[in-house]
Each structure stands twice: as C-alpha cells, then as structure tokens.
C-alpha cells in the first residue's frame, strides 16, 4: 500500500487531452524496479457507478455478502472486488433467461456453401429483431460473439438494464461479474535517478456515452479519487523478461513511443544518463499539437544540450495540414534508421498495438526493402525472424 506525493497534468492550455504524471512512494516496502518494468495498480470502481448500480437495483447496500476476498457489504465489495464499470459478456447472455416474451419470431434460411468443392444447402434458424419485442432484441444481440461485442461497445450493466428491465438479485450479480483487475502502465521513471519513487505517465479516460459520464477506471480513480488526498493505494511490480536496455550502454537505440508511450523511454534516457551510456540514443515522439502535448519538454531539451539524447524526432498530427504520425517519420529518416540498425542498434517501441505499431511494423518493412535493396520477403524476415526472434533488438511494449 503507498501513497501518490505528485499528480499533475502534463498537457498545455487548450488540450482536449488528459495525461498526467503520477509519482507514487515507495517508502519502506523493499520493492524495486529496472527501467522496462510495469507498475499494476488496484483501482476501484467510480462510486457514482456504484450507487447507481445499487439504486436501479433496489438492493441493500448494507448486505453482507461473500466474495472472493470474504466477506463485505455489499456496496464495498461492488466498488473494490467486481468489475462493474463495464458489462461483460455473460452478463448479456443472462438476459435471454430473464427476457420473457412470446414475440419471437423464427424463419427458416436456405444457405448455400461450398465443401469439398460441392455446393451443399443447410437449412438455418435465425431471429427477426422487432423495436417492440424484447426477446427478439435479445436474440439478435446475443447472435453471436461480433454482435455481443458491437453491443458493448457502448453499454455498462446499468444502460443494459434499463434497456431491458431487468432485476437480479445480488448474488446472481455477483455470480456473473468479472473480478476487479489490476491495472499495468509502463513505468516512466529510473530507479536510480529517483529513489524510493516510481513514476508514472498516464492517459485519464474520460467520455459520456447515453447521457452518463463514463472513462476509465483505474485513471479516473487516479486522477479523482486517490490525487493528492493522502488516500491508501495498492501497487506492485510487474518485471519485464525483455524489454530492457542493451547490456552494453555503448550500443544505439532508436525509440518509438507517442502519447503516453514515451513513459518507458523517460526511464531508458534517466538509466542511460545515470549509467553514463557511450551509446547514441535517438526518440521518435508526437501527439496531437506541440503547443499542448510535449510532453516532458524540458526534460528532453535539457537531454539534447547535454549530448544525451542525439536525436529527437517529433510528429505533430495536426498542427498542419496534412496529418503526420511517427511511422512517417521513420520513413523520411529510413536512410539513417537503417544505417544504425546495420550498425546494431536496438529498436523499440511503445503504444498503441491495433494501429501505430502494426503502422511502424510495416514502416520498418519498407525502409529494409528501400534502404537495405531487399525483396518485401526478404525484409520481411529480417525484420520479424532476425531482428525480433534472434538478435531480440527490435522489442515492443504495446497495448
């Protein structure tokens, strides 16, 4: 258990973003950290969430009730052992026993599909969903793994049950309800350079989806529960088998990380600087805007005029017209990237897994088939089976 001592908001007037550093004390505990690791965070559900939750359901919020970790009352243990901010799909499969309705409608599909080369007929059952028929909804929402997951994009458990009408009783709740899970962030900070501290660089969620406020709730409960009130937080350490820095500090390294990516690449630059490292170290870093997202500006410049950090190359999306993001930048710097990769050096990157690291990923392809005159198979396979798998000097962080 710790408490935070710093909490503030990294971005500049204006933004439509909300990243903070967060410094959490390590006091007496004995934990330790190296500069790759994460730190999980035991968050709690918004109390708004939970009470709501209570009150649709007319529940007793006194009621002592059995959990995974004892025994509690009620409201405790829907605020810190379930998660309840978000629906899952259990949950909406449970509907279909507590929908009642004689509105459902079943037809007869004819399909075609080919096996073997044959064309064979299977005769289907499937719903026909009515606005006014709430079995039918159910049917059609609960089709199939996609259509639940479309579903609940958008819903918690209090929007489904007033979509519904539906009442359950405490311990069915409980029965169906994920239990709370820690939270992992890259950790920003080195242990060297700030001892007895870890430190954070986290992104707060925040949006209103069917006219009630939601986010997300680790970074919400960061940034307005637990602050600077002194409040109890649980944390520990999630050590990383590979994404570390070269055992020679006189090796190159090329990092990757906007947005709240760049948080393990501050702690590779305080390790590096501590350690005193001979190698060139080169940043790739953007966001939205510069005037509202550099973040740890002055930290970087200080990097840069001490000879620190030899390059630093950024990618501002939308401070011009056209849009730009950092496997762009990679790009147009791909003769000197792949200069340092023959080289040796290390590759990293840190962010978002669905785009921008699938985005870099194949930025990394072309300039080894540009710059290093391969074939795309080739490239392909230096990139993911020699650089990845063998040498291990391109590792990723992604989420």
Not at 21 to 43: N, R, T, W
Not at 106 to 131: C, H, K, M, Y
Not at 342 to 359: H, N, P, S
């Amino acid at each position: 258990m710790t408490t935070i001592s710093e909490n503030y908001i990294l971005n500049g007037e204006g933004s439509r973003k909300e990243t903070r550093h967060i410094v959490f004390e390590l006091g007496d505990s004995g934990l330790e950290y190296k500069v790759g690791d994460a730190l999980g965070v035991l968050a709690e559900n918004p109390p708004h969430i939970v009470e709501e939750l209570i009150e649709i359901q007319g529940w007793d919020r006194d009621e002592i009730v059995t959990t995974h970790n004892g025994e509690k009352d009620l409201y405790s243990a829907l605020k810190k052992d379930f998660e309840v901010h978000m629906a899952n799909k259990k949950f909406v499969n449970s509907l279909t026993q507590k929908i009642v309705s004689s509105g459902l409608k079943i037809s007869l599909n004819i399909v075609s599909r080919i096996r073997n080369g044959q064309e064979i007929e299977n005769t289907l059952p499937s719903t026909t969903a009515s606005d006014d028929d709430p079995v039918s909804k159910v049917a059609a929402i609960t089709a199939d793994a996609d259509a639940i997951a479309d579903y609940l994009w958008t819903r918690d458990y209090i929007d489904i049950m007033n979509e519904f009408n539906v009442k359950y009783s405490s311990t069915e709740f409980l029965e169906i309800a994920d239990r709370l899970k820690p939270r992992l962030y890259s950790i920003a900070s080195s242990l060297d350079a700030h001892p007895g501290k870890v430190e954070l660089t986290v992104g707060i969620v925040r949006f209103t989806y069917h006219d009630r406020a939601r986010g997300g709730m680790c970074t919400q409960y960061l940034a307005d529960e637990v602050d600077m009130t002194g409040k109890e937080i649980g944390v520990f350490m999630s050590p990383t088998k590979s994404f570390i820095l070269p055992a020679d500090n006189s090796v190159n390294i090329i990092m990757v990380g906007p947005g709240t990516g760049i948080a393990p690449f501050r702690a590779f630059m305080e390790q590096r600087v501590h350690d005193n490292g001979k190698g060139k170290n080169w940043l790739f870093f953007g966001d939205q805007s510069e005037k509202t997202e550099f973040y740890y500006k002055e930290q970087i410049e200080d990097w840069l005029n001490g000879g620190h950090l030899h390059k630093f190359t950024t990618a501002w999306s939308r401070d011009q017209a056209e849009k730009i993001y950092v496997q762009n930048r990679l790009k147009e710097n791909g003769a000197e990237v792949w200069q340092w990769f023959e080289e040796g050096a290390y590759f990293y990157i840190c962010g978002d897994k669905q785009r921008m690291a699938k985005d870099v990923h194949r930025a990394l392809i072309e300039i080894a088939m540009e710059h290093g005159g391969m074939s795309e198979e080739d490239a392909t396979f230096f990139i993911e089976k020699t650089m990845m798998r063998e040498q291990k000097r391109y590792l990723r962080d992604v989420y």
